[in-house]
């Protein structure tokens, strides 16, 4: 069964750009859209990158998204980073299935 | 300003049901597709169930097939999901959330979930 795989943690100083990656266990992860969802404690997810690379109305364009066939992965950029971007991260896609990664925790210290 | 807000969890023993519904205000109810998404205590996401803008194509993850059901009242800008024979493992905050794109089923707005326990 196709898998998204994501670090379980990442962290970086305020100010500095992250990337967090998710990779695809099979197959190739461009044939569909990948979305990245953001989940600060305690709170609903939001959304901060849908088809692979477009930000929703509100979200800051510190968060970019990509997609790199050679590695079969998605990667989501947060550059300039908050302390207010510390949060739970989760890759999303869908193969015969809709499929989330593990979800990377970020923290920013 | 798209709001999604669900109701209807609680507390339910193992083998029971319960409905939860979410309605929907701010946009065109009835053109989007919608999806359902939980998260047990402490776990990541996990996608549910899926029910197209009319209601005529509806799929589910395996772990809920035959158990959970799907449904949309466009008339009443509400989604629903009844859950029957429920276990402990179906204990999780829900979700409704909308789909911005139908290649991957991606969502771009989510209700702040309801949360349902299941235990004797």
């Known amino acids: 069964n196709f898998m998204l795989t994501q670090p379980h943690s990442v962290s970086e100083s305020p100010g500095k750009t992250v990337t967090i990656s998710c990779t695809g266990s099979?197959?190739?992860?461009?044939?569909?859209?990948v979305q990245w969802y953001q989940q600060r404690p305690g709170s609903a997810p939001t959304t901060v990158i849908y088809?692979?690379?477009?930000?929703p109305s509100g979200v800051p364009d510190r968060f970019s998204g990509s997609i790199d066939s050679s590695s079969n992965s998605a990667s989501l950029t947060i550059s300039g980073l908050k302390t207010e971007d510390e949060a739970d991260y989760y890759c999303?896609?869908?193969?015969?299935?809709?499929?989330f990664g593990g979800g990377t925790k970020l923290t920013v210290l | 300003e798209v709001q999604l807000v669900e109701s209807g969890g609680g507390l339910v023993q193992p083998g029971g049901s319960l409905r939860l519904s979410c309605a929907a205000s701010?946009?065109?109810?009835?053109?989007?597709?919608m999806n359902w998404v939980r998260q047990a205590p402490g776990k990541g996401l996990e996608w549910v169930s899926y029910?197209?803008?009319?209601?005529?194509?509806?799929y589910y993850a395996d772990s809920v097939k035959g158990r959970f059901t799907i449904s949309r009242d466009n008339a009443k800008n509400s989604l629903y999901l009844q859950m029957n024979s429920l276990r402990a493992e179906d204990t999780a905050v829900y979700y409704c959330?909308?789909?911005?794109?139908?290649?991957?089923?991606?969502?771009?707005?989510w209700g702040q979930g309801t949360l349902v326990t299941v235990s004797s």
């Open positions: 029910i197209s803008s009319s209601g005529s194509t509806i």
């Open positions: 959330a909308r789909v911005v794109e139908r290649y991957s089923y991606g969502v771009d707005y």
């Open positions: 701010g946009f065109t109810f009835s053109s989007y597709e």
């Open positions: 099979s197959g190739s992860i461009a044939s569909n859209y």
């Open positions: 088809e692979d690379n477009q930000r």
């Open positions: 999303q896609s869908y193969d015969s299935s809709i499929l």
